[in-house]
């Protein structure tokens, strides 16, 4: 039931979750909490990650100055006359958490037709306490050209940032803009004026894709990591990693094994002796360093990961399968087999494999849980593929970057448990199947 759970996480890992472990980050603030936690007193009114949507409302305009574009996407002014014109146009939020710790907004604006006049623009947000902050304006001067394809952004977290708003008398402005629940406004005024008094002036001001994402505390079912991204597609996407690492490294080994085991036990002679002194030098070499080397000299590619996992597992299946198959070899039907002038490759073919295939498979269930093991051992200490998010990636970027002084359990704690479970689950399945192959393991009934 473990392995199929498991193996169902990994097929369906894209429907579990919407989020690419590998490209995803600022969902959210760094180090959120799962949304399960508002459960609790303490944390029902954290805030979560709110996008504020751009419905644009005139409230103030003159007559030169008007709007004859307003959707959510796009906001397009156009001035033309004489004299000096403003616009305000604001849109209203309804914020219902308590204080974030960033904030992040974003826009892009352009002029055309700009002719005879200079303008001005200003972005501001006025809180549910009346005090209101300019944080942004283009840049502050007066304008008489036309822009082109102007992006801007504020971070609240950087302190860049803050001194080129004025806001080095905050300490965090995320915190002291939305410092309460209530009503927002984000307001956005452009100023109009001619260059000589006598003669009509024209612009046209393009304002889009403005968007303000106030980052939350609490996220998703796991939280999440250093840089906002979601724990727990990380660990579901984890599950391919390291069944796949698991599976393929052990299939690969259990060939290799089975393959030298009835070579060197049914051919004998010099082969039997080169096979098994190969792998008493192979038994005898310190694994775990000698990947790390490896690993380090050629690359850190998974299945690279899992060619080195399968060189360095199949010595022991191999003694295994040769002491069974130098048992098998002086039975009747071997005999009877050489009598009726099969060769020694259809003979092991024919009779060999299928007879140690048993213990083989025994072997196979049993390898996955060391290859899973030993890919998370490796990819914790800083030599697994970086592209790949299994588990112990997971544990080598929670301890890397501050999850244990954090006290983030939830980036911790689950890929730790999934290596647990799944190790137990092929333990269970291995030893089980064990007993039906080894006469000398089943229970007396």
Same mark, same amino acid.
């Given at each position: 039931m473990i392995l199929a759970i498991y193996g169902a996480v990994a097929i369906f890992a894209p429907v579990l979750t919407p989020y690419d472990p590998t490209l995803t980050k600022d969902l959210a603030n760094p180090f959120a909490q799962p949304e399960w936690m508002t459960i609790f007193p303490q944390f029902?009114?954290? *805030?979560r990650t709110t996008d504020i949507p751009m419905e644009w409302t005139v409230i103030k305009a003159s007559n030169a100055a008007s709007v004859i574009k307003n959707q959510v996407e796009e906001l397009v002014v156009l001035y033309d006359g004489t004299g000096s014109h403003s616009i305000?146009? @604001? @849109?209203?939020?309804l914020y219902p958490y308590s204080a974030p710790k960033e904030f992040l907004a974003s826009w892009t604006w352009w002029s055309e037709n700009v002719s005879a006049a200079t303008y001005h623009i200003e972005f501001a947000i006025r809180n549910p306490s009346g005090l209101e902050f300019s944080i942004w304006s283009n840049p502050g001067v007066w304008s008489g050209a036309n822009q082109t394809w102007i992006s801007a952004s504020i971070y609240s977290s950087s302190s860049e940032v803050r001194n080129r708003l004025g806001m080095t008398f905050m300490q965090n402005p995320a915190t002291e803009i939305f410092n309460e *629940? #209530?009503?927002?406004?984000l307001i956005l005024r452009m100023w109009f004026r001619p260059v000589s008094p006598t003669r009509p002036g024209t612009a046209k001001m393009h304002f889009e894709n403005a968007q303000i994402r106030i980052k939350g505390l609490v996220h998703g079912i796991l939280g999440t990591d250093s840089v906002g991204g979601d724990v727990f597609s990380q660990l579901i996407y984890g599950s391919q990693i390291s069944l796949a690492i698991g599976l393929s490294s052990a299939l690969l080994a259990t060939v290799l094994g089975l393959s030298v085991g009835i070579s060197a036990g049914y051919i004998g002679g010099f082969v039997d002796e080169g096979l098994m002194r190969i792998v008493d030098i192979l038994l005898c070499l310190p694994v775990l360093p000698l990947l790390l080397g490896l690993i380090n000299l050629f690359g850190t590619s998974v299945w690279y990961l899992v060619l080195l996992l399968a060189v360095f597992g199949w010595q022991g299946l191999s003694r295994l399968i040769r002491s069974v198959v130098l048992s098998l070899k002086e039975r009747p039907f071997i005999e009877c087999a050489r009598a009726? #002038? =099969?060769?020694?490759f259809y003979i092991m073919v024919r009779h060999m494999v299928p007879n140690v %295939?048993?213990? =083989?498979? =025994? =072997? %196979?269930?049993?390898a996955v849980p060391a290859a899973i093991i030993t890919e998370a051992a490796i990819s914790f200490i800083g030599f697994g593929d970086p592209s790949a998010p299994s588990w #112990?990636?997971? %544990?080598n970027y929670a301890f890397n970057n501050g999850a244990f002084s954090a006290l983030a359990w939830w980036w911790v704690i689950p890929p730790g448990l999934a290596i647990t479970t799944i190790t137990l689950g092929f333990v269970f399945v291995g030893h089980a199947v064990d007993e039906v192959v080894n006469p000398r393991l089943r229970r007396r009934r």
């Open positions: 029902r009114s954290l *805030p305000n146009i @604001t @849109t209203v939020y *629940p #209530g009503e927002y406004r009726a #002038g =099969a060769s020694k %295939l048993p213990v =083989a498979m =025994a =072997a %196979l269930v049993l #112990g990636r997971m %544990l």
